[in-house]
């Protein structure tokens, strides 16, 4: 599993982001490598203090390194030039926003996903604020055809929670549909999205009182809309 470390100028920064981080339920490593050694000037960064935190986040799979500010980034730099070549050709620097980056590289990682993928996942992170602030449309993907021989399920949900699915259930969500082999899409209003991915799951903008759909077809399709009615019967864990 793809490991994340979040590299900061204050350790109670990046205690917060780790608290937000925790709601997510995911079960990827966050190691953290904020502020420096000394009580009167706490602010900065430490190369040791990174390359430790990558050696503690690294599974063999790679890890995913995320930064606050320039010199954060500097000493990123210098970690990966300490570490032992093998193991600093599995790690990514990601230019990704350090809060939604985070988050979105935590439920991305924990879904099993590539290093490739954590890393495009983290690097949308704001996707959804621009669209939002922009008042951009979310483009709906193409979706493939089906052969005639191929049935398609689905299953509609009229969303309660008070907030919508914000990112502690949209995480949920993305990991109740991560185990199954199918083609999913979840729809609101014409607009349809991979709901494996938290971020596209932002830019949904689902809100109470909103209705969903999902649409699967493949192997699993039966079992993953199983799944989705469950969570969100159960309000999605709210």
């Known amino acids: 599993m793809i490991g994340i470390v979040v590299v900061s100028h204050s350790a109670t920064l990046a205690a917060g982001l780790q608290a937000l981080a925790d709601q997510m339920g995911s079960p990827a490593r966050l190691l953290l490598a904020a502020g420096v050694d000394d009580p009167e000037h706490p602010i900065g960064t430490d190369a040791i203090a990174v ?3 990558i050696e503690q986040a690294d599974d063999g799979s790679g890890v995913l390194v995320l930064m606050d500010l320039g010199s954060a980034l500097l ?4 970690a990966l030039e300490l570490l032992p070549a093998e193991l600093s050709a599995r790690v990514r620097l990601s230019p990704a926003p350090l809060v939604e980056g985070t988050l979105a590289a935590v439920v991305a990682a924990g879904a099993g996903l590539s290093l490739d993928e954590v890393a495009a996942e983290a690097l949308a ?6 669209a939002m602030l922009g008042g951009r449309e979310l483009s709906t993907p193409a979706i ?11 299953w509609r949900h009229r969303v ?5 699915l914000h990112v502690r259930p949209a995480a949920k969500l993305v990991a109740a549909l991560k185990p199954f082999e199918a083609e999913l899409t979840l729809y609101k209003g014409d607009k349809g999205i991979n709901p494996r991915s938290l971020t596209r799951l932002a830019m949904l903008d689902v809100r109470c009182g ?3 759909e999902l649409r699967a077809s493949g192997p699993e399709a039966e079992q993953a809309i199983q799944a989705f009615q469950a969570l969100a019967e159960g309000r999605f864990g709210e």
């Open 144 to 154: 493939p055809e089906l052969a005639p021989e191929v049935t398609q399920l689905s």
């Open 125 to 130: 992170g704001l996707q959804a604020k621009v």
């Open 210 to 212: 909103d209705e969903i």
């Open 51 to 53: 390359m430790s935190a």
């Open 75 to 78: 000493s990123a730099e210098t």
């Open 160 to 164: 309660c929670n008070p907030h919508g």
